[in-house]
């Protein structure tokens, strides 16, 4: 199966502060998504985004699918943006497969 | 409309006791799977299944299984319960088994 890497893991900003969140796929993906989880566990989807660039707000994302990556862009971010960033995306075997996360703590 | 709903929300057993999970997709979804999330880690995947078939299997003991119901709704039971089976455990539905994934809250397992 496909092989996903987040970086940075960790990110701490201050409020108001932009930040680029990047994923790596080991091989061609579809269906790749981008999803926020709360400190209470909820996944929120962001984008599906297998190609191009969407906005939403203060949240953007760019996918180079002839690369194999994606990026996250935070604008302005708030305290309420904390918490875990997860990409992932489905390989030939249909699975969907997520990366190790990238921790966001925005101080106040 | 409602999202992916799943219960419980939580669950304590013992080890060596079964548990049943269950979930509603998002009406007009045909595609059901399963995650596992443990802490600190991303969700792994257990299983989907779209039309009441099973369309993939991640790498998990034959402890764990699941099915899909004429109205979609899904069923995860985890026999023989280990500690190691501590976790979040997620639904997500799509309108196809390639389309993007919606996810329920969890069903958090906590094995004593």
């Known amino acids: 199966g496909i092989q996903v890497e987040q970086s940075p893991p960790d990110l701490i900003l201050q409020e108001g502060a932009n930040s680029t969140l990047r994923c790596n796929f080991s091989?061609?993906?579809?269906?790749l998504q981008w999803f926020h989880q709360n400190p209470w566990g909820q996944l929120i989807n962001l984008f599906y985004?297998?190609?191009g660039t969407k906005q939403n707000g203060r949240l953007s994302a760019t996918t180079v699918a002839t690369e194999r990556y994606s990026l996250l862009y935070i604008s302005s971010s708030q305290t309420t943006d904390s918490g875990v960033y997860f990409c992932a995306g489905t390989g030939a075997n249909s699975k969907l497969t997520f990366g190790k996360g990238i921790t966001l703590s925005v101080r106040p | 409309d409602a999202g992916v709903t799943q219960s419980p929300t939580h669950l304590i057993k013992t080890r060596g006791q079964q548990v049943t999970l269950r979930c509603s997709p998002i009406?007009?979804?045909?595609?059901v799977s399963w995650y596992q999330q443990v802490l600190g880690q991303g969700p792994q995947f257990i299983f989907q299944y779209y039309e009441k078939e099973e369309r993939g299997r991640g790498n998990f003991p034959d402890r764990f299984s699941a099915r899909q119901f004429p109205n979609y709704s899904s069923e995860l039971n985890v026999n023989a319960l280990l500690l190691g089976d501590s976790a979040l455990y997620l639904c997500?539905?799509?309108?196809?088994?390639?389309?993007?994934?919606?996810f329920g809250d969890g069903t958090r397992l906590s094995i004593l």
């Open positions: 091989d061609s993906v579809n269906n």
């Open positions: 985004i297998p190609s």
């Open positions: 997500a539905s799509s309108l196809h088994s390639n389309q993007p994934q919606h």
């Open positions: 009406s007009g979804h045909k595609s």
